[in-house]
DNA sequence: ACCTGAACACCGTTCAAGT
DNA sequence: ACCTGAACACCGTTCAAGT
């Protein structure tokens, strides 16, 4: 005699999301996940396998999310770089995962657009780096030494262009 | 009547710091970490008020190695990013805990001789960004697409260097 | 003064038993 | 076919009792 389902995997993701967001990478437990989407937690294993799963679904479903705020831009480096910027501040526990390695394959959607904007692969390449590392080092609170930081982004990315278009 | 001290703080943060590069995060557990100092685990709380403080001590620890190791070249932006780069792929999983906002003190070790090489804090923010975004990129295995990282890495330093020179 | 076993609360995960 | 309670192994942490 088939159960009704209680839940749907997409429900279970956007769950996590919320808990990485509020509570940061701990907070995300099976337990309460599971709570949040009504069910207990060895229900959960019916849709995911482990933990470690659901946190990479969980980094896909942010660069999804990056790849539409990416979509709706000109496509200009300016734009993609501000968009990316926006995405990390309004989801900093989202885009430090992505950062991780077991999530790296999430990163191609991010790189791509760049890439079509640059038309290189070594221009892509710096400006990705520079941007990430920025953004890193402002949720980390690394930059503490003053001065706006709204200002610092758009210096930065005005340097690299620049520097990429220098007589080789 | 006192009991001899059976370990000792600095024996208890670099065997935390073994773990983190041979295990992973996770792989720090405050039991793990006593066996191999020759403890119990209820003894470390003698000497870190929790594994949270340990972990602190831990970044602080990593953090002073790439001191040494700025310290070690002639003080130029060139060569101080190739330490720094040397730095992370000798300990990508020290190199990790020190972006994160936990141990964002410790990123004043780094930002500083940057600073003094560039003598430019706009500078200094642009360089240092750039080469940990390229860092946190590598060590998650994000630069898939091919190509010579060695020479990336440079080309990626050389753009940044003309663009800092550009006129303004 | 440091070390320990025992205990507690809390994890992730498995599984037999329910519907 | 999905859901659950119970159980297991494993955490971090506390603390009274040992020396």
Redesign the pocket.
Known sequence: ???????TLPAIVASARELLERRGPAG?????V?ERV??????????V????E?LRLVAENAASDLSRRFAATDGSVTELAHAYRAFARANPMSFRLLLDSESAGAFRDVADPILEATRSLDAARVVTAWATGFLTMELAGAFRLGGDLDEAYAYGLDTIVAGLRRPV
């Open positions: 005699m088939p159960t009704p389902e209680r839940t995300v437990t099976m337990q309460a599971a009504g069910v207990r937690a060895p229900s959960l294993y019916k849709r396998r482990d933990r470690d659901l």
